[in-house]
């Protein structure tokens, strides 16, 4: 029996069980089942298998934006009018066959965009270079999920299964859980929070279904099985992603009025350049990027070029070798200017974090 009929089935016995105290056991094994016969679909056992000609893209920028959705919904056009990239842009589908890479310079960070092929439904399953499409988007820190206005969210939920599938968690939080194997001592569970899901027994059966016996495993938070499940497996993705409704043009505007309303979403129209000051300005925000900007001995700070830093690594330390791997050993102190220090300037050593358009000047060894 192939995997995709072993997944097929598994998915048809849960839609068929009842949920209640009794079944969760049987659904928590279930659902261990089905997330290691995907992971079997990520990873083939034959070995890395080579990416699809032309999806290979070298990273370039302070971040990388993909361009997620079904053919012909505009992705294309949106490149070309927003970093003024040729994409192919025709009236019929399928029109991009591999990934167009675009670049735009935005409040001085490189920001690299991939206009990716169309997906189609069963991507995450091999179909239609779906499993090249979605790798690459693996490797983005935001994804924009580009839809059709006119054709229902339906389109929405159908992207969001392909990428769930391939193992992205598109704006979520990584789980508050702790899961450390052990060599003896079986499995101790312990709770922070009140849980209406998990138990010791449901966490032991999901265990066994990996061939775990001992372990450690604090939940901070209400979990369920599938946020246990993503923990043991460690090879997912957690991206921040921007929906954007697409050809506004052609609805009115009390239609508009309640699109505003759908949480992480912005409608534009990429043929007209409609609202792409909000599209950008709501980029920036999920992008979460730091800039810093240098200040040489003696001299006025250079405001023009800013080092671009990740908001979950944005020490004195990182912004050295962010500039060059060699300073930081002959780094003796820094000073800082800005938000993140009580006085102006103020010293502080490799650990200090800084924030958002700090200005920083770094002193070497004698």
Not at 12 to 20: G, I, K
Request: glycine share 8%.
């Amino acid at each position: 029996m192939s995997v995709l009929q072993k997944i097929a089935d598994i998915e048809a016995e849960m839609a068929r069980t009842q949920r209640n105290k009794a079944t969760m056991g049987h659904l928590g094994l279930l659902k261990a089942k089905l997330a290691k016969l995907k992971r079997e679909l990520i990873t083939p056992k034959g070995g890395g298998a080579a990416v699809g000609e032309g999806f290979d893209v070298a990273k370039t920028g302070d971040a990388r934006i993909g361009f997620v959705g079904f053919p012909s919904v505009g992705k294309s056009t949106l490149l070309s009018n927003l970093a003024g990239v040729y994409s192919e842009v025709a009236a019929y589908e399928f029109t991009t066959l591999t990934t167009v890479p675009g670049c735009i310079k935005y409040k001085g960070a490189k920001i690299q965009l991939l206009d990716l092929p169309g997906i189609i439904e069963g991507a995450k399953d091999g179909k239609g270079r779906g499993k090249q499409v979605i790798a690459v988007a693996r490797t983005c820190s935001l994804i924009f999920i580009v839809l059709d206005v006119l054709k229902p969210l339906l389109h929405k939920k159908l992207i969001e299964k392909e990428l769930e599938g391939f193992g992205m968690r598109l704006n979520k939080e990584p789980p508050q859980i702790t899961f450390r194997r052990k060599e003896k001592g079986g499995v101790n569970l312990q709770c922070a929070a009140q849980q209406n899901e998990l138990d010791l027994e449901l966490v032991k059966t999901i265990l066994a279904e990996y061939r775990i016996h001992n372990a450690d495993i604090v939940l901070k938070y209400d979990a369920t099985a599938d946020d246990l499940i993503d923990v043991i497996e460690g090879n997912r993705v957690y991206v921040p992603c921007i929906y954007l409704l697409n050809k506004i043009d052609q609805i009115s505007i009390e239609e508009l009025d309640i699109i505003y309303k759908i949480p992480h979403c912005v409608p534009i129209s990429a043929h007209h350049k409609w609202n792409f000051d909000d599209l950008l300005e709501r980029m920036w925000e999920y992008l979460n990027l730091c800039r810093i900007y240098t200040k040489p001995k003696g001299q006025l700070p250079d405001y023009s070029a800013p080092v671009v830093l990740r908001a979950d690594r944005k020490t004195v330390e990182d912004f050295c070798n962010k500039i060059h791997r060699t300073i930081i050993r002959e780094f003796k102190y820094a000073l800082v200017w800005g938000s993140s220090v009580k006085h102006q300037p103020q010293k502080v050593g490799k650990e200090h974090e800084l924030n958002d358009e700090d200005v920083v000047q770094i002193c070497k060894k004698v």
